[in-house]
């Protein structure tokens, strides 16, 4: 029973890109980090049976070397558990995983993603996956493209991409899972989303490309506890596709608000970092942290009123986004082992095991793009000019902590406990009061908000 249904759904989809009866859909992912490969991962479980129906790879760069550590832990996993170790021998892939543990072989990530390892995400092993290191080949005739790749290559690696589609007679469909975002300052200050970012890069119509998010962390979900998302973007394709990549665990929703979903998931990672920090520097305490959320949401609803007159309200799926995100996510991790020290910015942010911390270039977007002057207005109790930067003093000294690097990490607590700090409700009255909207921000006029 459950099967008919698995490929009614996927002859539905198939039906509405327009697939011939001999021509397989083809999805394709984009960039194989931990919820990347995840979210393909599960797309292969639930349709690759169906070969002659559907097509499911993925795409990550070649040549990424695994050190001998990396390879030791590896192979600690795969023997911890008899039903991967069968699976290796059977596939006869096993005993290159001995010969990488001795150091006598070397691996590569697109290798042993092959086997269904993650290099973001060693601890929780996926199916096998289907796995194309040459863009061209990925992606040229490709249905469905999932973009799994940070905000910071996004631009680039789509404009890669749009070289091999320029032959193409049908646009494909494109969901984007990349949370953060990225500032311009001319002709105007704005904020670019990686949908947008797509858009520009590709010129495939915005109907075309959605943005899926959700409160869920990458292993959990492959793991098959319960979580929901939302896909958003144009009725067209948000809601068969919600249909579509829904499972007994995975629980997809639909909306129509791409900007709050795209920028939320954006401002989460700026503010978990932070929540890392403090969750550290208070030895977990449960007061500090409540307030910590109390004013890090606040910023969060004045800034997206910024952005859109009307934006989606923080409750449901997105203040449960942005709860998973500072209790327990990278970024969130990343903050703790900056405040322990286990970790500093001389590192980068690209950490190994996992992945890109999007947080980081996420704070010095917003906060760069919300303290030019040009969007200074008066504030309505001060009557003096403000930048809505001024008035986020949580972004402010994360900002100053991570960026300019003027404050260690104890600097959080220190305006988390300013005595001149408002009451939270404060901002967000102001954020309602829609002073400060700015569809410039979106690169949108006026009108168009």
Request: glycine letters at 8%; one cysteine or more.
């Amino acid at each position: 029973m459950m099967e008919h249904l698995v490929e009614a759904r996927l002859d539905e989809i198939r039906r509405l890109i327009g697939k011939a009866e001999d021509d397989p859909l083809k999805i394709v992912g984009v960039g194989a980090g931990a919820w990347g490969s995840v979210f393909i991962a599960m797309l292969q479980e639930n349709y690759g049976t169906f070969r002659e129906k559907v097509s499911v790879r993925i795409w990550r760069r070649g040549g990424r070397a695994i050190d001998k550590g990396t390879a030791q832990h590896l192979f600690e996993v795969i023997n911890s558990r008899e039903e991967l170790l069968r699976r290796l021998i059977r596939r006869c892939a096993y005993l290159k995983y001995v010969e990488a543990r001795l150091g006598d072989r070397v691996l590569y990530a697109d290798e042993i993603l092959k086997d269904g390892f993650c290099l973001n995400m060693i601890e929780t092993p996926l199916c096998p996956l289907k796995v194309v290191t040459n863009l061209q080949e990925a992606v040229w005739d490709a249905d469905v493209v999932v973009n799994g790749l940070p905000s910071t290559e996004t631009f680039q690696v789509f404009s890669e991409i749009s070289k091999y589609w320029k032959e193409r007679v049908t646009a494909p469909v494109i969901i984007s899972l990349a949370k953060g975002v990225e500032a311009e300052f001319e002709p105007h200050p704005r904020i670019v989303t990686p949908t947008q970012m797509i858009y520009r890069a590709t010129g495939i119509p915005l109907e075309n490309i959605l943005y899926l998010g959700g409160p869920n962390i990458a292993s959990e979900v492959y793991n098959k506890e319960y979580a929901n998302a939302r896909i958003c973007g144009s009725e067209k394709w948000r809601k068969p596709l919600g249909k579509f990549l829904r499972q007994s665990h995975f629980i997809v929703w639909d909306n129509s608000d791409l900007v709050t979903h795209e920028v939320m998931g954006g401002l989460k990672n700026v503010y978990a970092i932070g929540a890392g920090m403090v969750d550290t520097l208070t030895k977990e305490s449960a007061t500090s942290k409540s307030v910590y959320f109390a004013h890090c949401t606040s910023e969060m609803i004045f800034i997206t009123h910024l952005l859109a007159k009307e934006p989606e309200k923080l409750a449901g799926p997105l203040l449960a986004d942005t709860y998973v995100t500072l209790l327990k996510g990278r970024n969130a991790w990343y903050g703790q082992k900056l405040a322990k020290g286990e970790l500093n910015l001389e590192m980068g942010d690209s950490i190994k095991g996992k992945g890109m911390i999007q947080g980081v270039s996420a704070v010095k977007a917003f906060f760069e793009l919300l303290n030019q002057s040009s969007l200074s207005l008066q504030h309505p109790e001060e009557g003096k000019p403000v930048t809505p930067a001024e008035l986020c003093p949580i972004l402010k000294m994360l900002y100053r902590i991570l960026i300019t690097r003027e404050f260690s990490c104890e600097a959080v607590l220190e305006a988390l406990r300013d005595e001149t700090m408002n009451d939270p409700r404060e901002l967000i009255e102001i954020a309602h009061s829609h002073l400060f909207f700015q569809p410039s921000l979106l690169g949108q006029k006026p009108g168009e908000a």
